[in-house]
């Protein structure tokens, strides 16, 4: 969909190319991100592709076709774009804002309306702020309203600049969850700067790492890149923890889940101990196949034979096994019985140990 | 001191008022042409600046000596710039506008340049980005949002124009200025009389003049008063 060859940009006055010979293959539907340390040329790149900035060489395409081929306004105008700071024209309303690209093109008063309301609720934003003015919104409202506006007249690319280096980290994991949402419903082509790596993982389909000179270290998938890292360079910027940011890619239902122990009410308060010993822990769970009736602790066992009268305590900390093994592993660390029970809805698949984590940071 | 002199040695009021009665069509007729040359001057000064403005932004290296030069025009004496003038274009309309007009213009260019100047960067780089051609992004973005400075501006010259019209009086171009000049020459309470009149409408013009673009700032830029905090 986006095809850069050799592309190279010299800043007049400057010896070093900011980006040097780069060259890159977007596929159509896909979410790629540039990430990188400040001077590496990721915006640099990102603004060649909608001429912001025009390359000094190389030839860039969008839709098969040369980007140089087009006036730079008609070729923007098909192209979404989300910055930093978002840029909402501040004397216009929400309205006219999300309408700028149609307007532009020319499009009739009611196919715009019909189009905006459309956006507002693609973006989750309330109909009464349409006729507000962006200094009246919060920092995240912006935002949405940002992504409406390039949203408007549905270009197949997006290009997002940091769009979410502004806003507070509740409010950006957030709209990193509604832009991962908005995504599988819209399958646009998207080319996402950012200068962290975690938002990297988090939103791309691939990850470009590029050092100075936009230089591509390493393109490939978030999840390959944190397990065979192609350098160094590529290494250290993914810092020491990237076993742990691999687990946040890793849904639980990826590995095999060890049963547990589990116990039915027949069983002898002996057979509880020897489960306890064998999984070196002082806790057991009651249940027959696919239900779990709750745990109990070796001292709940007191006096009695067999289990068919020890109290249980309620299973709190449950996974869905669309879960990653990041949150496994926080319920884990933070779980009285040092392991997380997976449940598909009421039913009860298995568990999920340290043991398995750490054989999944190893690998 | 000459208003002072001739109170001590009159009996007369201080005001005559049989005398304002007696010159309500002058006044009118005065105050309107007083106008007219102030909305002639201001108009065509904020033309010219325009131009100048445009010049000035496209070719950043011009910006100073334009400055110059209208900071030049701004600092010439008013009397002299007359004097000077009037051998050449004689005793008419043409040379007190085009004194008027001059002095516009250091004013109207600053507040012209600085407005669009302040225009926030990424509001620039979002328009370009979404495909705006230059043209558009002057009329469309640049221009309305640098709206509440240039209004600043146009106000700032149209109270100094409004006061500067009494002096063209000296030219037979006065507006308002004609009674000032006249009562001037009149060693009675005639004359305070006229002094006050002319005064006190073109005081008057200047506040009216000054509120109303006022309004029509508010009514421009709408957006400048609906905010909310955080």
């Known amino acids: ?363 | 001191m000459i208003i002072a002199h001739v109170i001590a040695q009159t009996d007369e009021p201080f005001v005559r008022w049989d005398w304002v009665g007696r010159n309500l069509d002058n006044l009118w007729a005065a105050t309107k042409e007083h106008i007219l040359l102030t909305v002639i001057a201001v108009g065509v000064g904020l033309v010219l600046s325009l131009g100048l403005s445009l010049i000035a932004l496209r070719w950043r290296k011009t910006y100073t000596p334009i400055t110059w030069v209208t900071g030049v025009l701004y600092a010439i004496p008013s009397l002299a710039l007359f004097a000077f003038l009037v051998p050449i274009t004689g005793l008419t309309l043409l040379t007190a506008e085009i004194g008027l007009v001059s002095y516009t213009l250091l004013i109207l260019i600053r507040n012209i340049v600085a407005g669009i100047d302040g225009v926030p960067e990424e509001v620039l780089e979002a328009a370009r980005g979404m495909g705006y051609t230059e043209r558009r992004l002057f009329t469309d973005i640049q221009l309305p949002l640098a709206m509440p400075v240039i209004i600043a501006g146009i106000r700032i010259a149209t109270v100094t124009t409004v006061g500067l019209v009494t002096i063209t009086a000296l030219i037979g171009q006065g507006g308002l200025g004609f009674f000032i000049l006249r009562g001037l020459q009149f060693f009675s309470a005639i004359g305070t009389t006229q002094i006050l009149a002319g005064t006190v409408l073109s005081v008057a013009l200047a506040v009216v003049a000054d509120l109303s673009l006022l309004g029509v700032e508010k009514l421009l830029t709408p957006w400048t008063r609906r905010r909310v905090v955080g």
């Open chain 1, 1 to 363: 969909m986006i095809t850069l060859t050799d592309v190279t940009k010299v800043f007049p006055g400057t010896q070093q190319p900011a980006v040097d010979r780069l060259s890159l293959d977007i596929a159509e539907g896909e979410v790629v991100v540039l990430v990188g340390p400040s001077g590496c040329g990721k915006t640099t790149t990102l603004k060649m592709i909608n001429r912001l900035i025009e390359p000094t060489g190389g030839t860039i395409t969008v839709a098969g076709q040369d980007v140089l081929s087009m006036p730079a306004f008609e070729l923007r105008r098909g192209i979404g774009y989300v910055i930093q700071q978002i840029g909402l024209f501040p004397h216009k309303t929400i309205r006219d804002n999300i309408a700028t690209v149609p307007h532009l093109l020319g499009w009739d008063k009611s196919q715009t309306a019909a189009r905006v309301d459309e956006l507002v609720d693609l973006v989750e934003l309330s109909p009464e702020m349409l006729d507000r003015y962006p200094g009246e919104l919060s920092g995240g409202q912006r935002q949405r309203v940002g992504v409406a506006r390039a949203l408007a007249a549905d270009p197949p690319v997006l290009l997002m600049d940091e769009p979410f280096g502004a806003v507070d980290p509740i409010v950006r994991a957030n709209l990193q969850d509604e832009m991962l949402r908005l995504q599988s419903r819209l399958h646009k082509t998207i080319v996402l700067v950012t200068h962290d790596i975690d938002e990297a993982i988090r939103l791309g389909d691939r990850v470009v790492i590029l050092s100075e000179g936009g230089h591509v270290e390493q393109y490939d998938s978030p999840g390959e890149i944190l397990r065979d890292p192609a350098n160094e360079f590529v290494a250290d910027f993914l810092g020491t923890d990237r076993g742990i940011k691999r687990l946040s890619l890793i849904p639980i239902s990826e590995i095999e889940l060890d049963p547990g122990p589990v116990l039915s009410r027949s069983a002898t308060s002996a057979q509880a101990k020897e489960m306890m010993a064998r999984y070196r822990i002082d806790w057991a769970l009651i249940g027959d196949g696919g239900t779990i009736e709750g745990w109990f602790q070796r001292s709940d066992l007191g006096e009695h034979p067999d289990l068919r009268l020890v109290a249980t305590r309620r299973y709190h900390d449950r996974l869905e096994p669309t879960a990653s093994l990041k949150e496994a592993l926080d319920v884990v660390v933070s779980s009285r019985t040092s392991v997380a029970a997976i449940f598909d809805g009421d039913r009860y698949l298995g568990i999920v140990t340290i043991d398995q984590i750490s054989r999944e940071i190893v690998q």
